[in-house]
């Protein structure tokens, strides 16, 4: 059994200052980015042979991206540079396809906009940290974070809402409740980024904010594990393209919730008088 590789090391903070580990968030984009081509090509019609054959060259492109990220101990030079323009490609990629749809030039598939926009996003902000993966306080770092990923896992239920079949009547209500939850945690989120503009330097709301973020996300996090084994072991009824879509999003709450783990306890210290 090998070792699950150490997903608390990025970001990192230091004397009330976070940054994100640029090999770290690498190693786990990367393989994001290789799924997402997975999911792209399952979700095409089959009258765009073309564009298939492009999605699974995005596939193996990252394949073996993945695999030199494996042997660097530092991501720079040329590695770095041909993860940024294969994220850069990726990027147009999908913009290309939401726009094909957005204005009725191919058939959906069953790639659903909404999707290949969410998809796009956390490809721009792959890309984001390869680019500039700049120190921040830890307060800022904390609720631009949870406006990203509550907005990912808000969206994350909305497709599993979609695409579960309709008689799977009890996943279904279990979703709606969290669709609920984490539409609410989301504007909070937003509420809150907003005014931490003006550079409290104690917020005390965010501590018990984010604690509430981490419970719910754990119990999402738990759901999406759970209709991953389901789908695994076929007792699950729905059109998701394959299980593995379900653990790439179970991954991602892992990821979030992971980051949660440093950034919160740096916030006790640094922003609060909790
Ligand atoms: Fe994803
Ligand atoms: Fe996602």
């Known amino acids: 059994m090998h070792d699950k590789p150490k997903?608390?090391?990025?970001p990192k903070c230091h004397?009330?200052?976070?940054?994100y580990n640029r090999l770290e968030e690498a190693r786990f984009w990367t393989r994001i980015m290789m799924e997402h081509a997975l999911f792209i090509k399952l979700g095409l019609p089959a009258n765009e042979p073309k564009?298939?054959?492009?999605?699974?060259?995005?596939?193996?492109k990252f394949a073996r991206l993945l695999e030199r990220l494996e042997l660097v101990d530092k991501l720079k030079g040329d590695l770095l540079k041909d993860l940024i323009r294969a994220v850069e490609a990726f990027i147009e990629f999908k913009a290309?396809?939401?726009?094909?749809?957005i204005q009725c030039k191919a058939d959906p598939g069953s790639n659903y906009p909404l999707l290949l926009d969410h998809i796009r996003r956390e490809a721009e902000r792959f890309l984001g940290l390869l680019v500039s993966p700049?120190?921040?306080?830890?307060?800022?770092?904390?609720?631009?974070?949870?406006?990203?990923w509550l907005r990912i896992m808000k969206e994350h239920i909305e497709f599993v809402i979609h695409l579960l079949d309709p008689s799977e009547r009890e996943l279904i209500e279990q979703a709606e409740a969290f669709r609920i939850t984490f539409s609410r945690l989301l504007e909070t989120a937003r509420d809150l980024k907003s005014m931490a503009a003006v550079m409290p330097r104690r917020f005390n709301t965010v501590i018990c904010f984010t604690q509430e973020v981490i419970n719910h996300t754990m119990q999402l996090r738990n759901f999406k594990?759970?209709?991953f084994e389901l789908a695994e072991l076929c007792k699950l009824l729905s059109i998701?393209?394959?299980p593995l879509l379900l653990d790439h999003i179970r991954r991602e709450a892992d990821k979030f919730?992971?980051?949660l783990g440093v950034l919160l306890p740096e916030v006790k210290n640094c922003s609060s008088n909790c």
Request: glycine share 0%; charged share 30%; proline share 4%.
């Open 96 to 101: 290309f396809l939401l726009k094909l749809l």
């Open 7 to 10: 997903s608390t090391e990025s």
């Open 51 to 60: 564009l298939r054959a492009e999605a699974e060259d995005f596939k193996e």
């Open 257 to 259: 919730l992971d980051e």
């Open 134 to 148: 700049l120190p921040q306080d830890p307060l800022t770092l904390l609720l631009q974070q949870e406006a990203f």
């Open 225 to 227: 594990a759970a209709a």
């Open 15 to 19: 004397d009330c200052v976070c940054e």
């Open 240 to 242: 998701v393209s394959t």
